[in-house]
């Protein structure tokens, strides 16, 4: 069952799935579509528009702007900002104040399985891959492989992490995951998960 804290503005052009619960504060916007058993923090923002599949996570005061697009089991932490404006500006350069019909948003899109860290920031349009993490405080700026883990302002790729999140240790030519023993071997610039027998 849905649940909807009273503070919330949750938009009657919103589609909310079954067992997803808002919390305080929270604002979904309308055309906003949002699957099955997510979790919207207090004062967490969905643009309109915005996709999110099921079993996703929006920690307190993220930012999801449109036309954003998230995955299944996606998790957002706290603060992160998923931005939509590549030349932002409040103005046209003859100083009148731009609308709506002024500029064309851009997305991010967060494919299944990824966490973006506390504070991080994804500034679009950019594509976080499967099960990538982005530390906290990031700033993204390229898009990141899947099973990728990167840091930094901007963000840069400092190793790879398994679906644990746990970060992947060698072991001859395949990464192991410490805590699932998951394997997985490189492909060129990117990860794959390897054939068990």
Not at 73 to 87: E, H, Q, R
Request: with cysteine; net charge negative; hydrophobic share 40%.
């Amino acid at each position: 069952m849905t649940s909807v804290e009273p503070s919330a503005d949750v938009s009657e052009r919103a589609s909310i799935g079954a067992g997803t619960r808002i919390w305080h504060l929270a604002h979904i916007r309308e055309d906003a579509s949002l699957g099955e058993n997510c979790t919207i923090g207090r004062g967490a923002y969905v643009g309109p528009g915005v996709h999110i599949g099921s079993n996703c996570k929006l920690q307190n005061y993220s930012l999801v702007y449109e036309p954003a697009r998230l995955g299944e089991g996606v998790f957002i932490g706290p603060a992160a900002v998923l931005t939509n404006d590549t030349y932002p500006r409040a103005v046209s350069p003859d100083g009148v104040l731009k609308s709506a019909d002024d500029w064309t948003p851009v997305g991010v899109t967060i494919e299944d399985g990824a966490a973006i860290g506390a504070r991080a920031v994804c500034v679009a349009p950019i594509t976080i891959g499967k099960w990538a993490t982005v530390a906290a405080g990031a700033v993204v700026v390229k898009d990141v492989p899947a099973f990728a883990l990167v840091a930094g302002v901007p963000a840069r790729q400092i190793g790879w992490v398994g679906k644990s999140g746990h970060r992947l240790h060698p072991d001859g030519d395949e990464l192991v995951c410490p805590e699932t023993g998951e394997r997985y071997i490189k492909d060129g610039d990117t990860l794959k998960e390897a054939r068990q027998a």
